[in-house]
C-alpha cells in the first residue's frame, strides 16, 4: 500500500491532490512534524487541532495547502466537519487530561468518534492511529 507521501511524490507534477489528508493533533509532537513532510510530498492538509490560536502560529500555518479546522475529538458533530471528503486521516491526538487514569479512556472514545465520522462523512479513508502510549 502506497503511503500519501509515496503517492503524492511519484505524482509528475507538484498541483496539490483535491482530496485533503486530514491530521488530528496538529498542533502535537508528531503531527507538527508530519505536516510539513505532507506539504513537501504536494498533499492538500487538513490541521486539526482543538484551538485555531495554537494552530494558526505553526510556521506551516499560513501555506495554501493549508487548511485549519477546530475540532475537540470528543466533539462528534466537529469531527464531521473534519473528515468531511477526505482520503486519508491520520489521527494523533493525545489526551492529558483530566487525569492519567482517564487518558486511555478518552483516548479510545476519541478514535471511536473520529472513526465514525471518518466513515460517515468521507466513504471510510485510509486510517492511520496511533496507540496511546
Ligand atoms: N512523541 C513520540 O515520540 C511518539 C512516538 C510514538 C507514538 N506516538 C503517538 O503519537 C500520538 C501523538 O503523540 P504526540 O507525542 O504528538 O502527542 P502530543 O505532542 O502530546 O500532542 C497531542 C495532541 O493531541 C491534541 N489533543 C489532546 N486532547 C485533545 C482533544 N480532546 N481533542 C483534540 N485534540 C486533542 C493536542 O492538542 P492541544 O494542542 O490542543 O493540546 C495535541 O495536538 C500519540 O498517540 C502517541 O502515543 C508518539
Known amino acids: 500500500m502506497l503511503s500519501p507521501l509515496s503517492s503524492a511524490a511519484s505524482r509528475a507534477d507538484a498541483t496539490p491532490e483535491p ?8 498542533t502535537g509532537y508528531v503531527g507538527g512534524r508530519l ?3 505532507l506539504l513537501e510530498a504536494g498533499c ?8 485555531l490560536d495554537r494552530l494558526r502560529i505553526r510556521a506551516w ?7 485549519l479546522l ?37 483516548d479510545l472514545q476519541g478514535a471511536r468518534n473520529l472513526s465514525a465520522a471518518a466513515a460517515a462523512g468521507a466513504g ?8 496511546p502510549s
Do not use: M
Open 44 to 51: 492538500r492538509v487538513r490541521a486539526v487541532g482543538r484551538s
Open 124 to 131: 471510510s479513508p485510509k486510517t492511520n492511529a496511533t496507540a
Open 61 to 67: 500555518a499560513s501555506h495554501p495547502a493549508v487548511e
Open 70 to 106: 477546530e475540532a475537540d475529538i470528543l466533539d462528534r458533530s466537529a469531527l464531521l466537519r473534519a473528515s468531511q471528503g477526505c482520503r486519508v486521516l491520520y489521527h494523533l491526538v493525545h489526551t492529558t487530561r483530566p487525569a492519567p487514569a482517564a487518558i486511555t479512556g478518552l
Open 19 to 26: 482530496a485533503p489528508v486530514v491530521v488530528t493533533g496538529a
Open 35 to 37: 505536516i510539513p513532510r
